[in-house]
């Protein structure tokens, strides 16, 4: 199978970024220095506490000291976060599970286990509770931004792209037709899974399955898959798409045809796969099943209409989601 692609691909200008609010540096910076504030109380003075709740001091007082640093040190990561919350999503994300299982645990603490009183359950309301609606919102924020930012990076290629006449259809109802022949009809969503255990190819899968109705209006979808038409189907059927045409590429020919390369170790394993690996894991239900095809090949997706490329997206690492619908529309 041999397909070139476009020499040159430009993107198209977007507008510019959601625009930060100002109030989320001025908390950011406010529950860093309150962070800093709280874990020097706790190095510097480790029995005011004990003594404020009417506790003893507990036998190793250097562990709640350990506990002092380390809030202190989320103060810093905070500081550093305000200057660009979208960017630094992360650090708000950790802060902000810190502040739900603080209050999680205190409930087990008093309430189950009967270990601490009620009155320790105040340090709660300006450790936690008070941050809980703030954190949430910039969070939400940073979502919106990194959405936006994907449609941003939908590339609209200037040259036309040489036939994918090589680019037979395995399995379907257009099965034996190259997708350069069925571009011809109208526009075709090319759309190149990972290997076929991933969580971000499952993701995917679900989709291209919410997000069908809108993207057959325009174009024709057609999956490429590293594995067997008859696993890539099974597959697919698992999600409602066992009558989508399929491309098996085993070789991997048109996915470097397209310039989908093997992912380095950020793309494939960074802090931004991992947690948006928990995220469309364990809370959208998209677990990770065996290893189908080649691990360390990254994904992508293209609109081709008339044998011409006319939108693409390539995966920055493994975790990116492309706005299908976006890029189907004109």
């Given at each position: 199978m041999c397909v070139q692609t476009p020499s040159r691909i430009e993107p198209t200008p977007m507008p510019d970024a959601i625009p930060q609010p100002r109030w989320m540096p001025l908390c950011l910076r406010a529950a860093g220095l309150y962070n800093l504030a709280w874990g020097a109380w706790t190095v510097l003075f480790p029995k005011h506490f004990w003594s404020l709740v009417g506790m003893p001091a507990p036998e190793y007082l250097f562990l709640w000291q350990c506990i002092g640093m380390i809030v202190g040190v989320y103060g810093i990561g905070y500081w550093f976060a305000a200057g660009d919350v979208a960017r630094h999503w992360p650090i708000v994300l950790v802060g902000f599970l810190g502040k739900i299982f603080g209050p999680i645990g205190f409930v087990q603490a008093h309430f189950v286990d009967g270990a601490v009183p009620l009155r320790f359950g105040w340090?709660?309301?300006?450790?936690?509770?008070?941050?809980?609606?703030?954190?949430?919102?910039?969070?939400?924020?940073?979502?919106?931004?990194?959405?936006?930012?994907?449609?941003?990076?939908?590339?609209?290629?200037?040259?036309?792209?040489?036939?994918?006449?090589?680019?037979?259809?395995?399995d379907g109802p257009s099965r034996g037709i190259?997708?350069?022949?069925?571009?011809?009809?109208?526009?075709?969503?090319?759309?190149?899974?990972?290997?076929?255990?991933?969580?971000?190819c499952r993701e995917a899968a679900a989709d291209l399955r919410d997000r069908r109705g809108t993207i057959e209006v325009?174009?024709?979808?057609?999956?490429?898959t590293m594995c067997p038409p008859t696993e890539a189907r099974a597959f697919l059927a698992g999600y409602g798409l066992g009558?989508?045409?399929?491309?098996?590429?085993?070789?991997?020919?048109?996915?470097?045809?397209?310039?989908?390369?093997?992912?380095?170790?950020?793309?494939l394993f960074g802090p931004r796969v991992w947690l948006r690996g928990v995220v469309a894991g364990l809370f959208a239900g998209h677990l990770v099943g065996a290893l189908r095809g080649d691990g360390l090949q990254m994904p992508g997706a293209f609109v081709i209409s008339k044998g011409r490329v006319i939108a693409a997206f390539r995966h920055r690492d493994a975790a990116d989601r492309p706005d299908y619908c976006a890029m189907v529309m004109p």
């Open positions: 340090t709660l309301i300006t450790n936690d509770l008070i941050w809980w609606l703030p954190f949430g919102a910039m969070l939400a924020f940073a979502y919106r931004t990194h959405e936006r930012e994907r449609s941003k990076r939908i590339e609209r290629p200037n040259d036309a792209a040489p036939p994918l006449d090589a680019a037979m259809i395995s190259s997708v350069a022949a069925l571009s011809e009809r109208r526009p075709v969503l090319l759309v190149f899974l990972r290997h076929l255990g991933c969580t971000f325009p174009a024709t979808i057609v999956v490429v009558d989508l045409d399929v491309v098996s590429d085993p070789d991997r020919s048109l996915y470097r045809a397209m310039e989908l390369r093997r992912g380095t170790p950020g793309q």
